[in-house]
């Protein structure tokens, strides 16, 4: 086919190399389409034979350059494998540019606002790269590949003595407003806040166009907000109606013929631990004392995958949930209220199918004997964590000697797990009290006590045990069995090295000589810190240093927790994972051979793509009503602690509440500032007044913005 090349003229080059644009613009356009001549003619309106005849030409030149392929005889397809290409998941910022994140390359992509051409937040694009002024990469999106959502959350704006309209979108989403027609508006009125579902994006068009799917309501109310949070991330909130009338049909009843395939472990003293608001108990300990002076330690799981069967619509709606979100003011359950507040719910008084890792434990919290399998229990006891900790604190009460037990193995086994290499992270999370309208009265911090790392150290040393058992053989080989697995990577060694440069000015060490150095000297340094004035700043730092963890079939470790092996297997009410990790434990138990790796990697890619979400929605509910706590507190005045730095400005954090507001840096009157990225800092061209991350500053709440969820700030100087 090169060979053709040759008879083209010299006289026509320059002319073949323009059309030969106009045809790669044309097929880029849809660049996994097939095309014959004519259809590529007609589509760079080529038409008469001697246009023909140019265009026949130049697709013999841009198949000689490789830029397009002929797939059979006279059908050609864009070359997307050339030099410079890449394909990533495209991630924007609020100013419209964009970074494309590459599998396997170190680094994202930058991509200018005016090269993202149809792209939208999440999407997986073709870019090709080249670098800037001959220095920084750079990229260009060429095609969008795979849309990762066609419905997004906006505020509606009539065109007033119009037909049409526009949804204007968080720019971070989406980087231009949706044109709704006539008779896509789906009655919403000028100013509500709807879903509208993208239905075209014309070529060389500026806006797409959608139809309006829901009408959410005014902007700022409660409710609207709310949803608008689950919309935006695509969480749904009631169940089909087939999917719980599936559910409402489960039968309930613990029938004997059942028991009698389980270790009845009904007689053994048996109760839960939970926050005071829980309705979902998918955990429960039972102790006993054996003749050989050992503990019998056994960690009940609720037997979901008894109840949620493989093939059915329940599991089929659990599977696409993944998990349980947890706003501010609600749950969004992985499974209806039915299985999760009542069937599998390990409630007080009541005989429970579960599963179970029983463990024989002496005095030094050592395991001697383990065992797992599907049994029966009776929970004898509900415990709020505040009720187990006055146990712990004061030795008295119902239960009192049980809980002091477990409390001083789990002390043990959490000593030994910080010794091996695990991370110590205690940040405290905040809490709202809410009135009977979900509105706000009241911020706290849920701190864990003894009586919450009791529950943990048992329910890390099944989710460990579980993992070993499937992953290696009585010699300590391992298997290679298909299991899901929950793996935390090392750190960057790159923002280690960032991290341990930058705290050695505080005068604070780090040595990262290997693994298990790197985590004494986070323990350490997050120890040392502890009441300083540079705590928030570093435990920030550190935090941002740790890979995120994820679920996968490679057993990498989970270097956070200092677990070789680790998995999820304790909360499979609310975790699609464990239900997978049970179903999965017992094919083994049962003596099954190891499943298909790719189906469960699969799976475990989307659970985890959707705790991500979750996240990001619970982050979002929190602000919504950290702004709407704060909107009483206009005017006033907070020594607050800063959290983050930027380009544009720097956010506060107000230690006592939360809440976290943003100083732009162009409200700054007194100077000009810039930004120091490497010492997270601005500072003052004149003055040489900096503002760094950690500094405590005095500041006035200036604006609460429920729509964005953003609070302005504003530096007040004594």
């Not at 009977?436 to 943990?456: Q, R, T, W």
Request: aromatic fraction near 8%; proline fraction near 3%.
């Amino acid at each position: 086919m090169a060979k053709k090349s040759k008879f083209i003229s010299h006289k026509n080059n320059h002319k073949l190399q323009e059309i030969g644009r106009l045809i790669l613009g044309f097929m880029n356009k849809q660049s996994s389409k097939i095309y014959n001549y004519k259809q590529i003619a007609d589509g760079i309106d080529y038409k008469n034979p001697r246009q023909r005849e140019l265009v026949i030409q130049s697709l013999h030149k841009l198949l000689s350059d490789e830029r397009i392929k002929e797939v059979e005889k006279g059908k050609y397809i864009i070359n997307l494998h050339i030099e410079g290409t890449l394909t990533g998941i495209i991630d924007f910022n609020q100013a419209g540019n964009a970074y494309v994140n590459v599998d396997g390359m170190d680094g994202d992509v930058f991509i200018h606002s005016k090269n993202v051409k149809d792209a939208l937040q999440g999407d997986k694009v073709l870019i090709v790269t080249y670098h800037f002024k001959g220095r920084k990469l750079e990229g260009s999106v060429l095609e969008v590949i795979e849309r990762n959502r066609d419905e997004f959350v906006g505020t509606f704006q009539l065109i007033k003595h119009k037909d049409f309209g526009f949804v204007v979108c968080d720019k971070k989403t989406i980087n231009t407003d949706i044109f709704v027609p006539k008779g896509k508006i789906g009655g919403a009125q000028d100013g509500d806040k709807v879903v509208v579902k993208m239905t075209d994006w014309k070529a060389g068009e500026k806006n797409p166009e959608g139809e309006i799917i829901k009408v959410l309501g005014a902007p700022g109310e409660h409710e609207t907000e709310i949803h608008s949070i689950l919309a935006e991330y695509g969480l749904p909130y009631s169940f089909p109606e087939e999917v719980e009338k599936e559910a409402d049909e489960i039968d309930r009843q613990i029938h004997e013929s059942e028991v009698a395939k389980r270790r009845d472990m009904r007689k053994i003293c048996t109760f839960t631990i939970d926050p005071k608001d829980a309705k979902d108990f998918d955990d429960a300990l039972s102790i006993q004392k054996l003749e050989n002076g050992n503990w019998e330690v056994g960690v009940h799981i609720a037997d979901v995958s008894h109840y949620v069967v493989p093939g059915t619509l329940l599991d089929d709606e659990a599977y696409d949930r993944a998990t349980s979100v947890y706003l501010v003011d609600r749950v969004v359950p992985m499974l209806p209220e039915v299985l999760s507040n009542d069937v599998c719910s390990l409630r007080p008084n009541e005989d429970k199918y579960t599963f179970s890792a029983v463990f024989e434990i002496n005095d030094n919290s050592e395991v001697l004997k383990e065992w797992f399998g599907r049994t029966v229990i009776h929970s004898d006891r509900r415990f709020s964590y505040e009720e187990a900790q006055e146990r712990i604190e004061t030795g008295t009460g119902d239960l009192a000697e049980e809980i002091l037990v477990l409390d001083r193995l789990a002390k043990t086994l959490r000593k030994r797990r910080i010794d091996n290499g695990a991370i110590t992270f205690d940040r405290s999370e905040v809490r709202f009290n809410l009135d009977e309208n979900s509105e706000p009265i009241g911020v706290y911090f849920k701190i864990s006590k003894d009586s919450n790392h009791l529950i943990e150290e048992f329910m890390l040393l099944a989710n460990r045990k579980v993992s070993e058992f499937i992953s290696l053989n009585r010699k300590g080989e391992p298997t290679g069995n298909t299991f899901i697995y929950r793996i935390h990577d090392d750190p960057d060694p790159a923002k280690l090295e960032a991290l341990r440069e930058f705290v050695s000015t505080f005068g604070y060490k780090m040595d990262l000589a290997n693994t298990k150095k790197v985590a004494q000297s986070l323990n350490k340094l997050l120890n040392d810190v502890k009441g300083k004035g540079e705590e928030n700043m570093i435990e920030t730092l550190a935090m941002r240093s740790m890979s995120k963890a994820v679920y996968s079939t490679n057993p990498i470790g989970h270097y956070g927790l200092g677990f070789e092996y680790y998995s999820h297997f304790t909360s499979p009410i609310r975790r699609y994972p464990d239900l997978i990790a049970h179903r999965l434990l017992q094919h083994y138990l049962d003596g099954g051979k190891s499943p298909n790796k790719e189906e469960i990697e699969e799976k475990s890619k989307h659970c985890s793509s959707m705790e991500r979400l979750a996240a990001d929605a619970e982050r979002d509910s929190i602000k919504f009503m950290q702004v709407k706590f704060m909107e009483k507190h206009l005017g006033q005045e907070f020594t607050g602690v800063i959290s983050g730095v930027a380009d544009f400005g720097f956010w506060v954090q107000i230690p006592e509440n939360g809440a976290e507001g943003l100083i732009k840096l162009r409200d700054l009157m007194d100077d000009s500032y810039s930004y120091d990225a490497k010492n997270h800092l601005v500072q003052g061209a004149r003055t040489g007044n900096q503002y760094q991350l950690g500094d405590e500053v005095k500041i006035k709440v200036m604006k609460a913005n429920l729509i964005q969820k953003q609070l302005d700030f504003k530096i007040i100087n004594e």
